[in-house]
C-alpha cells in the first residue's frame, strides 16, 4: 500500500517511470478521474456523518435501514474506486511474436445450440492462421448433427459418456483428450477472427502467465438496451483489475496455459460456470492473467427479458457463493488489492441486490407517512446531499471515460430482484449447486405471464412510487423541501426501473 502511495505521489509530480503502454498519454485523465474520487469520498463521509447526527431515532425501524444502505454503498463505491484508480493498457495488435512455437488445442464446448450456429463457429475456427492448432467439439449434447459437421470439416469430435459438472466436466475431458501447450476456448456462438490466436500467443513467452483474456464482441439490436456490451465492463473494470493482476477469465474468447489448469486440477467445477473460479484459484496459485483489450470474437446475447435475467442471475450466484464461501480474504495466495478486486464482484450483486430496493421504498414511505428519519430541514439535506451526488456522476464520468451512462446504470439497478433472488440461491447453496440451464443461443417465442412474472417488483415499486406522488401533492401543503426532495428521489425511482418495464413487455429485435 505504502508503494501504491508513492508511485501516485510519483505521478502527480511528473517524476513516475513511464513503462506501460499508455501510461503517459493517459496521466491527465488518470489524475483527474483520481482526484475526483477523492473528493467523493470527503463529501461522502460529510454526508453519512450529517446524515448520523441528524438521524431521528423515533423513527429506528426507518432510520437504521436508511443510514446501513448508505454505508453499504459507501463502502461499494470505495471498491469501486479501488477499480478505476489504475487501469493497464496492452498494444492493441499485441505483443510481438519471436520463436513462439506453442501447439493450442481449441475447444468448443456444445450443448444442443441449433447446428448452424455450431458450424459458423468452427469454420470460422478452422480458418484461424495460426497452423499448431487443433480444433476440438466437446459435444455435451450428444448430437448426432453435431459429429457430422464436425467430420465434414475435418475437426475433433469429443462426446463423454456421462455429463457431470457442466461445462468444467465438459472442458476437462477436452484437456484429459488433448496434449496442446494452451488451450483456447469458445463459446458455441463466439465466431472468431483468423488472427486472434496471433494476438495473443506471445503474452505465453513469459513463464507466469497462466491466461489471457480477449474482449467480447455480440451482435445486438439498435442501441444495445439492455447493455449487454457491458462496455464498462470490457473497456473499464478489466483494465482496472489487470493493474492489479486481477483480471478474470470471461469463459470465451480466451487462452489458458494447460500447465496452469492442471497445477489447480483443471477447470473448476465448484461454480455453475467455470471462468470466474477458475480465475480465482489460478491467481491464488501464482499465475498472471492478462487482459487484452481488443475483441476478436462475435457472439450472441439475451434480447428477451426471461433469458436476460437468467443469464446474469447465474453470474450473479457464482460471484455471491464465492462472496459467501470460498471468499477471496482467506485466499493466502493471492494479494492484498487481488482480494479486494475479488471481493468487488459479489459485494456489488450483495449491495445491488438487499439494499438498492431500500432506496425506492423511503420516498414511498415518507409521502405516504409525512415523515423521515432526518430531523434537519430539508433544504439542509439537499446541501449536504449534492455534492456528493454530483461529484460522483463527474467521477465516474472522467474514470470510465464516459462509458458509464445513466442506461448502464438503469441496466444493473433493473436487476435488483435478480441479484435479490441470486443472493438467497447463494446463501443456501454451499455445497450444492442451485438448478441451472443454459442460457439459450436463440430468442424464444414467451409467454405476457413469464414477463410479468420478470417485472412484477418493478411494476410493483413504480405503482407506488407514482401514487405516493399524487397524494404527496394533494396532502402536503406546508414543507415544499420536504415534498419537493421526496417527489425528486420518487420520480427516480421511476426513471431507473422504466427501462426494465419496458423492456419486459416489448423486447428488442435485432435486425437482419
Not at 463457429?121 to 448433427?145: C, F
Not at 500447465?259 to 491467481?283: K, M, Q, R
Not at 491464488?284 to 435475467?309: E, F, I, L
Not at 485466499?331 to 438487499?354: D, E, P, V, W
Request: charged share 20%; hydrophobic share 45%; with cysteine.
Amino acid at each position: 500500500m505504502a508503494t501504491h502511495f508513492r508511485d501516485w505521489l510519483d505521478d502527480l509530480t511528473g517524476r513516475r517511470a513511464y513503462r506501460r503502454y499508455a501510461e503517459r498519454e493517459k496521466r491527465r485523465q488518470r489524475l483527474a478521474g483520481q482526484i475526483f474520487l477523492i473528493a467523493v469520498f470527503i463529501a461522502a463521509m460529510y454526508y453519512l456523518i450529517w446524515c448520523v447526527a441528524n438521524a431521528q431515532w423515533q423513527y429506528w425501524y426507518m432510520a437504521i435501514p436508511f443510514l446501513l444502505t448508505e454505508a453499504v454503498f459507501l463502502i461499494l463505491f470505495l471498491l469501486w474506486a479501488n477499480v478505476l484508480w489504475n487501469k493497464r493498457f496492452h498494444r492493441p495488435e499485441g505483443p510481438p511474436i519471436e520463436k513462439i512455437d506453442f501447439s493450442v488445442d481449441l475447444f468448443i464446448p456444445v450443448c444442443g445450440e441449433p447446428i448452424k450456429i455450431i458450424e459458423t463457429t468452427v469454420g470460422a475456427a478452422m480458418a484461424i492462421r495460426y497452423l499448431k492448432k487443433t480444433v476440438y467439439v466437446l459435444d455435451d449434447g450428444e448430437d448426432p448433427e453435431v459429429k457430422t459437421c464436425c467430420d465434414r470439416l475435418g475437426v475433433r469430435y469429443l462426446c463423454r459418456s456421462t455429463h457431470e459438472n457442466r461445462k468444467a466436466g465438459n472442458l476437462n475431458f477436452g484437456l484429459a483428450h488433448s496434449t496442446g501447450d494452451l488451450i483456447l476456448t469458445l463459446d458455441a456462438d463466439q465466431v472468431p477472427q483468423p488472427d486472434l490466436i496471433d494476438r495473443v500467443i506471445a503474452y505465453f513467452s513469459l513463464p507466469k502467465i497462466g491466461f489471457v483474456q480477449t474482449k467480447q464482441r455480440f451482435v445486438l439490436p439498435h442501441d444495445d438496451p439492455w447493455g449487454n456490451a457491458d462496455v464498462v465492463f470490457y473497456e473499464v473494470m478489466q483494465a482496472g483489475k489487470d493493474y492489479d493482476n486481477a483480471a478474470i477469465s470471461c469463459g470465451s474468447g480466451v487462452m489458458y496455459r494447460r500447465s496452469a489448469l492442471s497445477s489447480i486440477g483443471g477447470f473448476s467445477s465448484w461454480n455453475v460456470v467455470e471462468d470466474l473460479h477458475t480465475s480465482l484459484l489460478l491467481h491464488d496459485h501464482g499465475w498472471r492473467s492478462v487482459y487484452h483489450g481488443v475483441g476478436y470474437t462475435t457472439g450472441t446475447a439475451p434480447v428477451d427479458v426471461v433469458d436476460h435475467v437468467k443469464q446474469r442471475w447465474q453470474w450473479a450466484v457464482d460471484s455471491l457463493r464465492i462472496f459467501f464461501w470460498d471468499n477471496p480474504f482467506f485466499k493466502r495466495g493471492l494479494s492484498f488489492y487481488q482480494k479486494i478486486q475479488y471481493f468487488h464482484f459479489g459485494y456489488h450483486y450483495f449491495a445491488f441486490g438487499l439494499f438498492l430496493p431500500i432506496f425506492f421504498i423511503l420516498p414511498i414511505w415518507a409521502l405516504f407517512t409525512h415523515k423521515f428519519m432526518l430531523q434537519e430541514p430539508f433544504w439542509r439535506y439537499f446541501i449536504a446531499r449534492l455534492p456528493y451526488l454530483l461529484l460522483y456522476i463527474v467521477s465516474n464520468k472522467i474514470s470510465t471515460d464516459r462509458h458509464h451512462t445513466f442506461k448502464i446504470f438503469q441496466a444493473q439497478a433493473g436487476l435488483f430482484a435478480v441479484y435479490f433472488r441470486a443472493t438467497l440461491s447463494a446463501l443456501t447453496s454451499r455445497k450444492k449447486l442451485p438448478a441451472y440451464t443454459v442460457t439459450q443461443k436463440v430468442s424464444q417465442p414467451y409467454g405476457i405471464g413469464r414477463r410479468i412474472r420478470k417485472c412484477w417488483p418493478h411494476l410493483v415499486l413504480t405503482g407506488l412510487s407514482t401514487i405516493a406522488m399524487i397524494y404527496g401533492v394533494l396532502t402536503i401543503k406546508n414543507d415544499f423541501w420536504f415534498l419537493a426532495v421526496n417527489l425528486f428521489w420518487a420520480s427516480w425511482t421511476i426513471s431507473v426501473l422504466s427501462r426494465f418495464i419496458f423492456l419486459s413487455f416489448f423486447p428488442p429485435r435485432i435486425d437482419s
